[in-house]
């Protein structure tokens, strides 16, 4: 691991890996749940069980992701074997998932998401663990994090423009923009996978127990510092991935202006990426978890008015939008540099290095957080009369309203009190390091 600044070309060679796979799961996210809802016969409820079942499905594939790369022995690379493999399997299942023939059906839609996320998994954790193995430094990894979500903030944003290109008499076409934004991932798949693969050294090696499923359970089952940041990640990423879940819905329904989703999208993660310097630069004063926890309350003030809101409160949306998308710039750039930093906890605790295992229980914890999403807010909308095409009562849009900023509130919430008090700040690393550097 260096323990030198980090060249420029490296570190764009490494984060350009993000740009493709920001804009197809922003695109999976966002457009794929409503287009499928408009143009197939699925309801909300078989669509959001669907993709609740892709993602439970995926869950299993991180552990053993993570433990097959951190046992690889490929001289072409460890981590970078996995990235370069995963490419193909990414395009394939971006082209079928989001070009659907017109009969599709529940089994297509779950057989393309279930291959677009195994083949998401083969490139992410890897790509995760290789980011921690390229610097040892507390500041610098949040640099090499920053690096990465500035270059998914770009795919996202380059992937959200297309709805407003397209659009047809200033309503998205989904049709269209999936097929745009599928093209726009190949080609730049293509182009981040040779660069990183040509650019980027993978040469660290991990030091692994003899029984790594059992270590990885006992690691759940004990209270320590990586499973407290964990839960809290999982906390707040559920409070950020149902409002996204349900923003075309409330766009739509509630403030009655589709025509400007793209917009409101498009100033979120544009705030978001201008944000990410700047709670990279708190966070060297202040410590990450303390200035991660910052950002949560400051996501919780605004959501707070969401339910306030209909079709003549659109100014105040934008107000809201620009506020949130600023702290999710935290959200971003912040968790994964702080896992990042229990690595080395780990190792000496441990004895172990295992960085494959700590971002393969990351990846799990991140799909959960929208499996869950899906699985709580589709359902609830149904229960409450809501309709994706049909006319809605006053009673189903309050409820959308509801469920689009109350749940998020909570859940940060929930997360900022599982952070109190937790323990690696950056003396503390310091010293994880010296102890480190002794032991040999």
Sequence with gaps: MSKSSLAPGLLAAYGSLAFPLAAAFIALQVIVPTYYAESTALSLSAIGGLLLLARLCDTVTDPIVGYWSDHSTNRFGRRKVFVVAASPFIALSVWFLFNPPDDAGGLYLLLWTVCIYIAGTLSIVPASAWAAELSEDYNQRSLVTGVRVAFGLAGTLCALIVPAVFADDGSPNLGTTLFIITLLVLVTLVFSTVWAAWRVPDTARTTLPGNSIESALALMKTHNPFRQLLVSYLLNAVGNAIPATLFLLFVTHVLQVPEQAGVFLFLYFICAAAAVPVWVALSKRFGKHGTWSVAMVLACLFFLWTPFL???????????????????GADLALPSAINADVIEWDALETGYRRPGLFFALWGTASKLSYALAIGIAFPLLELAGFSATDANTERSLLWLAVL?????????????????????????????????ALRG
């Design 310 to 328: 209909d079709s003549t409160s659109v100014v105040w949306f934008y107000v809201i939008v620009a506020a949130t998308g600023f702290a999710t």
């Design 404 to 436: 689009y900023g109350a749940p998020c509130i909570l859940f940060k919430l929930a997360a900022i009190w599982t952070m109190r008090g937790y323990p690696i700040t950056a003396s503390v690393h310091a010293e994880i390091r010296e102890k480190l």
